[in-house]
C-alpha cells in the first residue's frame, strides 16, 4: 500500500509563499497521478491541484489558478505545491493523494482518489 507524508505547512502572512512536500513511501509513483485537496473545519474538502503520471498535464481549481502550482519528481517519489500570492481564504488542511487508475491525466474529484495522506496545516494570516 502506498503511503503518503505532506509537509512544509506553517503560518504565513497574506501575499507570502509556501512549498508544500509530498513524499511516497514507494519508488513506483509514476504509476500514480497525484491530487492536492484543501478542508476548512465543517467543510467539505475540495480539489486544488491535480498533475498526472508523466507530470505534463494538470488541473487547476479556479480559486487557485495563477498563484498555485505543482510538480512532480517520479525519481525522488515526490510531488510539490508551491503557493503564491497567499489569501487568507487558502487557511486549511492540505493533503496530497494518489489516484493508480487514470493513465493521461487527473481529476479534482475526491472519490477518485485511492491513498491519502493525513494532511498539513497551512494558516494565512497578518
Known amino acids: 500500500q502506498l503511503q503518503l507524508v505532506e509537509s512544509g505547512g506553517g503560518l504565513v502572512q497574506p501575499g507570502g509563499s509556501l512549498r508544500l512536500s509530498c513524499a511516497a513511501s514507494?519508488?513506483?509513483?509514476?504509476?500514480?497521478?497525484i491530487g492536492w485537496f484543501r478542508r476548512v473545519p465543517g467543510r467539505e474538502r475540495d480539489g486544488v491541484l491535480c498533475?498526472?503520471?508523466?507530470?505534463?498535464?494538470?488541473n487547476v481549481a479556479d480559486s487557485v489558478k495563477g498563484r498555485f502550482t505543482v510538480s512532480r519528481d517520479n525519481a525522488k517519489n515526490m510531488v510539490y505545491l508551491q503557493m503564491n500570492s497567499l489569501k487568507p481564504e487558502d487557511t486549511a488542511v492540505y493533503y496530497c493523494?494518489?489516484?493508480?487508475?487514470?493513465?493521461?491525466?487527473?481529476?479534482?474529484?475526491?472519490?477518485?482518489?485511492?491513498?491519502w495522506g493525513q494532511g498539513t496545516q497551512v494558516n494565512v494570516s497578518s
Open positions: 514507494r519508488s513506483t509513483l509514476n504509476f500514480y497521478a
Open positions: 493523494a494518489a489516484d493508480k487508475r487514470l493513465p493521461r491525466t487527473c481529476v479534482l474529484r475526491e472519490a477518485d482518489y485511492d491513498y
Open positions: 498533475i498526472n503520471r508523466s507530470g505534463d498535464k494538470t
